[in-house]
């Protein structure tokens, strides 16, 4: 499966230290990325294994201490 999300950092500057992508799938554990972040951009990834049967598919950002920083959004 590959996936991209675009997105926008709207208040402050983008992290130095990163934050974690999250991709949650209804079957099986979710991927946790480690991610840079700019401004604003696409980030594509293409996961392994991954089936469009083990959808639906929801993704957020968490900072390094696994707070959430992003809403949840359904990847169509």
């Given at each position: 499966m590959s996936f991209s999300v675009d997105y926008e950092v709207i208040a402050g500057e983008p992290d130095p230290k990163g934050y974690i992508w999250v991709i949650e799938r209804a079957k099986g554990p979710p991927l946790r990325q480690?991610?840079?972040?700019?401004?604003?951009?696409?980030?594509?990834?293409?996961?392994?294994?991954?089936?469009?049967?083990?959808?639906?598919?929801?993704?957020?950002?968490?900072?390094?201490?696994?707070?959430?920083?992003?809403?949840?959004?359904?990847?169509?």
């Open positions: 480690p991610v840079r972040l700019g401004k604003k951009g696409n980030l594509p990834i293409l996961v392994p294994g991954w089936r469009p049967e083990d959808g639906p598919f929801h993704t957020h950002f968490e900072d390094q201490a696994g707070r959430r920083v992003s809403p949840t959004i359904e990847l169509l």
